[in-house]
């Protein structure tokens, strides 16, 4: 509700958007999140890199892995040091039975992040449904990544 106020405030709000997107994929309604994305990405055509990530998240989300390693390795061409977007992009290519390509993301995202956990992840992202943190373990465990 308040990232709906803060836009009718102001309706060129592209982060009160991007905000929004963001609860609704943590809700469970990514579809939605994604139409708030866009809004957001078109207000705001310089936006920063992580936005990319969370509107991958909600490709992901919806099982679109081939659209989400898309725009995942466009994030990583605006920051090759980020852990949470290997983390996704190797989980998706696990999805997609692309196994040398998850490993490979896997090992760089440890050798950026030697502490990386996926357990920590899952006490951190507040997942409405802490179901919907599933599909990323899973897509992990196909290729060998997690237990």
Same mark, same amino acid.
């Given at each position: 509700?308040?990232?709906?106020?803060?836009?009718?405030?102001?309706?060129?709000?592209?982060?009160?958007?991007?905000?929004?997107?963001?609860?609704?994929?943590?809700?469970?309604?990514?579809?939605?999140?994604?139409?708030?994305?866009?809004?957001?990405?078109?207000?705001?055509?310089?936006?920063?890199?992580?936005?990319?990530?969370?509107?991958?998240?909600?490709?992901?989300?919806?099982?679109?892995?081939?659209?989400?390693?898309?725009?995942?390795? @466009?994030?990583?061409?605006?920051?090759?040091?980020?852990?949470?977007?290997?983390?996704?992009?190797?989980?998706?290519?696990?999805?997609?039975? @692309?196994?040398?390509?998850? @490993?490979?993301?896997?090992?760089?995202?440890?050798?950026?992040?030697?502490?990386?956990?996926?357990?920590?992840?899952?006490?951190?992202?507040?997942?409405?449904?802490?179901?919907?943190?599933?599909?990323?373990?899973?897509?992990?465990?196909?290729?060998?990544?997690?237990?």
């Amino acid at each position: 509700r308040e990232f709906e106020k803060s836009i009718s405030l102001d309706p060129n709000f592209a982060l009160g958007y991007m905000m929004l997107g963001l609860s609704l994929y943590y809700g469970g309604k990514s579809e939605r999140a994604l139409d708030v994305f866009d809004r957001a990405f078109a207000l705001d055509p310089y936006h920063p890199d992580v936005y990319l990530h969370f509107q991958a998240q909600a490709y992901f989300q919806l099982g679109q892995f081939e659209k989400a390693v898309e725009i995942l390795k @466009r994030r990583l061409v605006r920051n090759p040091d980020t852990d949470i977007s290997r983390a996704l992009l190797a989980s998706s290519y696990g999805h997609l039975g @692309r196994g040398d390509e998850a @490993r490979r993301e896997w090992q760089e995202l440890l050798r950026i992040n030697p502490n990386y956990s996926v357990e920590h992840r899952r006490k951190v992202l507040p997942h409405k449904n802490p179901a919907d943190f599933e599909p990323f373990v899973d897509g992990l465990r196909k290729v060998g990544l997690a237990k």
